[in-house]
């Protein structure tokens, strides 16, 4: 497994950069060689902020975790891919029988009863042509944390969304 490292509104020390491989590296065993990890250290107020994205053969593992100190960040971070491989590890391998990236004997089995998922609840909505700063309006108006919308400058259906911060996110499909 690859590891890119960047920082935002942080400089990183090589120090940091080497415990971050070290910890991630744990996690190597359950993907192949070419699968590449996407680490974001940054710094929001007094805290210190660790994003992990791993993609997996279009299989994304994702993870953040705040801390005083950036060391207890990747700790946690780490703790949360392992949990969510475990967890969801039969439904995985039902799903990727033949993706490569993953390993999943080497994925330990979940001890607790495994999670049922199902859909509570269904709407039909009209995807309407709009441009992102309607889409953002429309989703404050009705008073979701999201919203899908037909984005008329690319002519693709995308999603807005709000971001814990309180900034606003993009979604963009490609075919």
């Not at 020390?13 to 699968?35: A, G, H, M, V, W």
């Not at 975790?65 to 969510?84: E, F, M, P, R, W």
């Amino acid at each position: 497994m690859k590891i890119e490292i960047t920082s935002k509104n942080l400089s990183s020390s090589d120090y940091l950069r080497d415990t971050i491989e070290k910890k991630l590296q744990k996690l190597s065993k359950y993907f192949s060689n070419d699968i590449v990890a996407n680490v974001m250290v940054s710094a929001e107020k007094d805290k210190q902020k660790i994003e992990a994205t791993i993609n997996a053969g279009g299989t994304i593992f994702r993870a953040e975790n705040t801390a005083d100190v950036a060391y207890d960040a990747i700790d946690g971070v780490v703790d949360k891919l392992s949990s969510q491989m475990s967890r969801f590890k039969t439904k995985l391998q039902k799903r990727n029988k033949d993706n490569k990236g993953l390993r999943f004997a080497e994925i330990p089995d979940y001890t607790n009863e495994p999670e049922e998922m199902t859909v509570v609840k269904r709407k039909k909505m009209e995807i309407i042509p709009m441009n992102i700063e309607e889409a953002i309006l429309q989703m404050e108006l009705i008073g979701h944390s999201f919203f899908v919308f037909m984005n008329m400058d690319t002519e693709s259906v995308n999603v807005v969304y709000k971001r814990k911060n309180g900034d606003y996110g993009l979604i963009e499909t490609v075919y």
